[in-house]
């Protein structure tokens, strides 16, 4: 048992390759091909927990990289090009991969578990889902004329989700409540600028991840050991520049 446990994340990794591949190959099929591959993904995961930690403790460090999967497969509706199908690809197997990994270590093999790896990666699957859930509902809402407020509805629960779970190990319960809070207010922020800024989908997405990955940094200066002052000012200049480069060199339309 424990050899085919210790094969699933490169199983796993390899099943999302040939499931996006599939779907791409049968597109009028979507989603019911990729959906799959997003399933089996937290099947595996329960399954290398199970009996060894808590399924609400496997649950919330896979979140994140479940959603940043489902974006993944969300964003392959509109992925036109070969290029943006290969990256769909490669970070759906990727992210698979590693956080699967992670677990596999962390649940068997703690000493070779790198300290607040799942974490990381959790952070690190931020902005990734952002950009393609955002980009893909702007899409969605340019060519097909969905619902505005399907957008902003999907953002503000993106950034709930994303914001519960990856939260400080140590904080308390109503303090990652709060936080929850502000990423669903910071989601409701990016869906309604999806909404109001003129810009192309790539654009869109970056402004997004952009927004959510701000409000997840600032979270960091609210326990202990706190960034300095000037780290702070530092990161934050830096932060407005970038935007305002992103917006003042973007293609309004």
């Known amino acids: 048992m424990i050899i085919l446990l210790r094969l699933l994340p490169i199983l796993v990794a390899a099943l999302q390759v040939a499931f996006f591949l599939i779907q791409m190959r049968y597109a009028q099929t979507y989603p019911w091909v990729v959906i799959w591959g997003v399933l089996i993904f937290p099947l595996a995961a329960l399954a290398i927990g199970r009996g060894r930690i808590r399924t609400a403790h496997v649950l919330e460090k896979m979140t994140a990289p479940l959603v940043l999967l489902v974006s993944l497969a969300f964003a392959l509706l509109l992925a036109e090009t070969m290029a943006a199908q290969i990256v769909i690809i490669a970070l759906a197997a990727t992210v698979c991969f590693l956080s699967l990994e992670l677990l596999f270590f962390l649940v068997f093999n703690p000493a070779r578990y790198p300290v607040n790896a799942l974490s990381r990666l959790n952070l690190a699957c931020v902005p990734l889902a952002a950009w393609y859930a955002a980009s893909t509902f702007n899409g ?21 989700i994303l914001f519960c779970t990856t939260g400080h190990a140590g904080a308390e319960r109503k303090h990652n409540l709060v936080w929850t809070m502000v990423g669903a207010m910071a989601g409701a922020h990016a869906g309604l600028l999806g909404i109001w800024l003129p810009v192309s989908m790539p654009v869109q997405g970056a402004v997004a991840a952009f927004i959510l990955s701000a409000v997840l940094r600032a979270r960091r200066f609210s326990h202990d050991p706190k960034p300095s002052p000037r780290q702070a000012w530092i990161e934050g200049t830096i932060a407005a520049a970038l935007l305002v480069v992103l917006l003042g060199t973007a293609k309004w339309l």
């Open 140 to 160: 969605l809402l340019s060519f097909l004329q969905v619902e505005k407020l399907y957008l902003v509805a999907g953002m503000v629960a993106l950034g709930a």
